[in-house]
C-alpha cells in the first residue's frame, strides 16, 4: 500500500523538481534567517523575547487543540491555566505574602515532576512499540504509539510552559523581596540568618514562628534553605546565587546519581521552547512565501 501511494506521488510532482528546489531553499533560508533575528532579539530585550515566547507556547497550541477537536488536551490546559494564573498572580502582588514563595515552587515543582515521570512512561511506551513488545498484550501497534506519543507530548509541552512560568515568578519574588536584581544591585542587604529565595528566617528557635528545614550553602557561602535554592535552580531556571550571582555549580548541589537526570532533563526542555513556541510561526510563514509566490 505504501509503494502504490509513493508512486502516486511521484507521478502528480512529477515535473516540478524546479519548483521544489525553490520551496526547499526558500524553507532554509527563512529558518536561518529566522534564527538569527530571534537570536538577536534574546540577547538584546530577554524580557520582551521571553514574555512573547511564553505567550507562544501558551496559545499555539490552544489554536490547533480547538482545530482539531482534541477536547481532553484542551480540559488540561484550562485546568493548568486556572492552578498557574492563581500562583502567577499571587507571585506577582506586593507585598508578598510570606508563605507565597514556597507556594510557588511546590506547585510548580509538582507539574516538574510529573511532566518528568509522564514523559518517561511516553518514551517506554514508543520503544515498548517500536521494539513489538506490545503484541505480548494484545494491543494494536497504532493505539500503542499513540498512546506513547499522546504522554511524550502532554510530558514536555508543561514541562516546557512550567519552566518558563516559574522563571517568571522567581524573577517577581525575588525582587519584591529585595535580595535579587536581574539587572543591578540588589536593595537589600542579606544577612546569614535569612534565605534570599523565600526572605524567611534560616535557622528558628523551637519556640520561634518560621520553616525548619535543611540548609545548603553554595560555593559563594551564601546559605539558604535547600527546598528553595533547588526551586530557584531547577524549576525556576536560575543557575546564579539569588544574591551575589555567582554561578552554581548544579553536578555539586545534585551529587546523587539518581537526580542527575533531572538536570539533564531541564536542559531539554530549555531545548524544546524554540520547536514549541517559534517552529509553528515559521512554518506558517513560510506557507504564506509559497502562496504568494504561486507555489504548491
Known amino acids: 500500500r505504501c509503494r502504490v501511494e509513493h508512486v502516486r506521488m511521484h507521478a502528480k510532482h512529477r515535473g516540478h523538481e524546479a519548483m521544489h528546489a525553490e520551496m526547499v531553499l526558500?524553507?532554509?533560508a527563512t529558518l536561518v534567517v529566522a534564527q538569527l533575528l530571534l537570536v538577536q532579539w534574546k540577547q538584546r530585550h530577554p524580557r520582551s523575547y521571553n514574555m512573547v515566547t511564553l505567550f507562544q507556547m501558551w496559545v499555539v497550541p490552544l489554536y490547533f487543540t480547538i482545530k482539531l477537536?482534541?477536547?481532553?488536551f484542551l480540559v488540561i490546559w484550562v485546568l493548568f491555566?486556572?492552578?498557574t494564573a492563581f500562583v502567577t498572580f499571587r507571585a506577582t502582588r506586593k507585598p508578598l505574602v510570606q508563605t507565597t514563595p514556597r507556594l510557588v515552587y511546590k506547585w510548580f515543582l509538582l507539574i516538574y515532576k510529573i511532566s518528568y515521570a509522564t514523559g518517561i512512561v511516553g518514551y517506554m511506551a514508543v520503544m515498548f512499540t517500536l521494539f513489538g513488545l506490545n503484541l505480548l498484550f494484545r494491543i494494536k501497534p497504532e493505539d500503542a504509539m499513540d498512546f506513547g506519543i499522546s504522554l511524550l507530548f502532554y510530558g514536555l509541552y508543561y514541562g516546557v510552559l512550567e519552566r518558563d512560568f516559574a522563571e517568571m515568578c522567581a524573577d517577581?519574588?525575588?525582587?519584591?523581596?529585595g535580595f535579587y536584581s536581574a539587572s543591578g544591585m540588589p536593595t537589600k542587604h542579606l544577612s546569614d540568618s535569612v534565605c534570599a529565595v523565600c526572605g524567611q528566617q534560616i535557622f528558628v528557635d523551637v519556640n520561634?514562628?518560621?520553616i525548619i528545614e535543611n540548609t545548603y550553602r553554595l560555593s559563594c557561602n551564601h546559605v539558604f534553605?535547600?527546598?528553595c535554592i533547588r526551586g530557584w535552580c531547577i524549576v525556576g531556571k536560575k543557575q546564579t546565587c539569588p544574591?551575589?550571582?555567582e554561578k552554581v555549580d548544579l553536578k555539586r548541589m545534585f551529587s546523587n546519581p539518581w537526580e542527575r537526570p533531572h538536570v539533564m532533563y531541564g536542559q531539554l526542555l530549555d531545548w524544546l521552547r524554540y520547536l514549541v513556541a517559534w517552529q509553528p510561526v515559521i512554518i506558517g510563514l513560510v506557507q504564506g512565501i509559497n502562496y504568494i509566490l504561486g507555489l504548491e
Open 225 to 227: 534553605h535547600e527546598f
Open 26 to 28: 526558500i524553507l532554509i
Open 243 to 245: 544574591y551575589c550571582k
Open 208 to 210: 520561634e514562628e518560621g
Open 69 to 72: 477537536n482534541w477536547w481532553r
Open 172 to 177: 517577581y519574588m525575588a525582587s519584591t523581596i
Open 81 to 83: 491555566s486556572a492552578v
